[in-house]
């Protein structure tokens, strides 16, 4: 029974073992390090029970068993100061870890013993959850793309997330743990790829039936290699207006990747803050007129805080759940 199972297992891909950027290698080797202190006290247990129930089984008339024992100040160090000790060993070790590993910090390297260098511009990447496709703008280079994403190697990726239409989960599992994604809520995470492949993404929390055909490849390219997709996607054409993406904002499945040289610059302002159709109010707005205590907008501030693509207080930060 067991070779079959083992020939089964033998094709998966152990991507959580073996990550391909640093921040998902810092998390597995945390992963791993709780896993080996909380098995210095499981695995004594378990030989404890099967030494104990062969030692004190009903055949063996040599075992001593003495009905009057209640106490053992011995027994009772060894049994509490070992479970205590790894207890203190794994919550200190985990505090600092994922701490460490917050997805809102900046990266301080790019590797193990290679330091973020000075004055490295990271890549700006804004990711949108659709139903049930992913879109990422670049407004560095002014493109967009759905359902495949790419990046240099060994250069830190700043993400900022948010959703059009129900929370979910953006997971690549050789970059980083998952971040959730909710509607009029970003949040963030930084991260870097370190080896050039084509790897999988997908969401990672239920949204409904098209939730399974909700995945994209991620390319780690090299510095020449992600220039010239950078003028791929330019020599497409497309442009994401308004009326594209109200197009593309329909359900669908198995979405084909899609590639546009140029979209509204405010774009990703505006589904985060909840208004790109016209006429509706955004949500920094909204956020504006409370802090006001409900007042209109005074003459002469009105124009500037109703645009909705300007910089005006933004939505609530989210909390971010990643597999530390």
Request: with cysteine; charged share 15%.
């Amino acid at each position: 029974m067991l070779p079959p199972l083992a020939l089964l297992l033998g094709g998966c891909s152990m991507v959580l073992l073996n990550p391909a950027g640093d921040v998902a290698l810092q998390q597995r080797n945390l992963m791993i390090a709780s896993v080996i202190l909380m098995l210095l006290i499981i695995v004594p247990v378990l030989i404890a029970i099967g030494v104990i129930a062969w030692r004190y089984r009903a055949s063996n008339k040599r075992a001593e068993y003495d009905e009057d024992w209640d106490h053992s100040t011995q027994l009772e160090l060894m049994v509490w100061a070992g479970p205590l000790l790894i207890i203190i060993a794994l919550g200190a070790m985990t505090w600092i870890g994922t701490h460490q590993l917050d997805p809102y910090r900046p990266l301080s390297r790019i590797a193990h013993d290679h330091p973020l260098p000075a004055g490295v511009r990271p890549l700006q990447v804004e990711v949108v959850s659709l139903d049930w496709k992913w879109l990422f703008f670049y407004p560095q280079y002014g493109i967009a793309t759905v359902n495949q994403l790419a990046a240099p190697v060994d250069v830190p990726i700043d993400f900022k997330l948010t959703s059009a239409t129900m929370m979910n989960s953006f997971f690549i599992p050789d970059l980083a743990g998952q971040i959730y994604t909710m509607p009029g809520m970003q949040t963030v995470l930084h991260a870097v790829i370190n080896k050039p492949g084509n790897f999988k993404g997908f969401s990672a929390n239920y949204s409904g039936h098209g939730f399974t055909d909700m995945r994209f490849r991620f390319l780690g390219l090299n510095e020449q290699g992600f220039q010239q997709w950078v003028a791929k996607v330019k020599a497409a054409g497309g442009n994401l207006d308004r009326q594209a993406y109200d197009t593309l904002s329909q359900p669908s499945r198995a979405e084909p990747v899609h590639y546009y040289a140029r979209y509204s610059p405010d774009l990703y302002q505006r589904i985060l803050n909840r208004c790109v159709d016209p006429g509706q109010m955004c949500m920094s707005q909204m956020m504006a007129i409370d802090a006001r205590g409900g007042h209109p907008m005074r003459q002469g501030s009105a124009h500037g805080a109703v645009s909705g693509g300007e910089s005006a207080p933004a939505p609530a930060r989210a909390h971010s759940t990643a597999t530390h």
